[in-house]
């Protein structure tokens, strides 16, 4: 019998408000701190399942919104010397999650979820060499 290479795969979302000022005209508010609603989706993917025989503990994921809902991007340590656009947000996940090869962060402009607003403006950020295979 053959031996098959294995891989799981699964996908979940963070999703928190917060404030951050992009030092940059144009894109969010000309230099000014304010406010956005963002949802990370967040893709993983191993070749083994854990001892508890999932992929990852989807809680884990999405308990780490607490480092970021509801507080001031600029003045968090995990971005320091960085400014926290929605691309540096993105890097922060595929850098922090071992499983994860991909996310898709959204940057919705209320803080209202009900009102997603319809520019529906997202980055995708890869992590392919940080991928949790073979190992
Ligand atoms: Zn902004």
Known sequence: MT???KSYNGC???MFTASHNGNFK???S???????KWKVVVFIESDKLN???VVKDFNE???LKTIFHKKYLNELKVFKDKIPTTEVIGDWFVDNINECYQVIVYEGKSMFWKF???RNRYVICYGKNKRNKYE
């Open 3 to 5: 031996e098959k290479i």
């Open 12 to 14: 979940t979302t963070v």
């Open 26 to 28: 144009n894109k969010c």
């Open 30 to 36: 000309d230099n000014k701190k304010h406010n956005h």
């Open 51 to 53: 001892k508890e025989f």
């Open 61 to 63: 994921i999405e308990n």
């Open 116 to 118: 997603w607003d319809k």
